[in-house]
């Protein structure tokens, strides 16, 4: 079945610093890819769509210029949080759509960031 | 914009028990509904998806079911076991694309 890997699982970064979250898609390409986060407690929510050679859709109150993403092939998009602070501690997780397959989406394993 | 609930938010049962999850959503305009499975600290894994146009589907010890007109779906777990202690999201699309997710209900399966 199709496999997204997502790297690092976890993560514990300094305040003021950025780090990158890598989404893969191992085994299919992948057109578009989400990227959400939960916060303890809450639901995922989406925070940006991301397509192939595109610049990115962010949702509603997620700032663009903090959360960096790029999708520049079939088979990876990064994520990464600049500036981090630790607010922006949180699970994050991606999701790509396998193209050949009709409702295919499949999840990352997630990461876990912690900024102190 | 859609709103996805979960009831209950945690459940605690012994084992050989069967049990039933609830999700209730706001706008019943749906393409899907999916049931997935957290477990601590790890990604999601799918377990039962349904059309918008179905009633039902079963894996294994699973039965899901959809009432769209009522913005509803059930997700059965037969004879519960230990290892299906997780957390169970379930989540609705539009298009396809983006899910709405639930809170979640934790489930604790005692042996």
């Known amino acids: 079945g199709a496999v997204v890997s997502q790297h690092p699982s976890r993560v514990i970064c300094k305040s003021g610093t950025s780090v990158k979250i890598e989404c893969r898609s191992l085994d299919f390409q992948a057109t578009t890819m989400f990227w959400y986060r939960q916060f303890p407690k809450q639901s995922l929510m989406l925070m940006a769509t991301s397509n192939e050679g595109s610049k990115a859709t962010y949702e509603q109150g997620v700032e663009k210029d903090k959360f960096l993403i790029n999708h520049a092939s079939l088979t990876l998009s990064t994520l990464t949080v600049t500036s981090a602070h630790p607010e922006d501690s949180s699970f994050y997780i991606c999701?790509?759509?396998?193209?050949?397959?009709?409702?295919?989406?499949?999840f990352g394993s997630g990461t876990r960031l912690t900024v102190v | 914009k859609q709103e996805v609930t979960q009831i209950p938010a945690a459940l605690s049962v012994p084992e050989g028990e069967n049990l039933v999850l609830n999700c209730s959503f706001t706008d019943s305009a749906i393409y899907n509904l999916q049931w997935f499975r957290q477990d601590p600290g790890k990604g999601l894994t799918s377990l039962l998806l349904i059309q918008s146009s179905q009633r039902e589907q079963t894996s294994g010890r699973l039965n899901a079911s959809l009432d769209k007109s009522s913005g509803r779906s059930t997700l059965y777990i037969a004879a519960s076991q230990p290892g299906d202690s997780a957390t169970y999201l379930c989540a609705t699309t539009y298009t396809g694309n983006q899910f709405y997710f639930g809170t979640g209900t934790s489930l604790t399966v005692i042996p």
């Open positions: 999701s790509a759509r396998d193209r050949q397959m009709k409702d295919g989406y499949t």
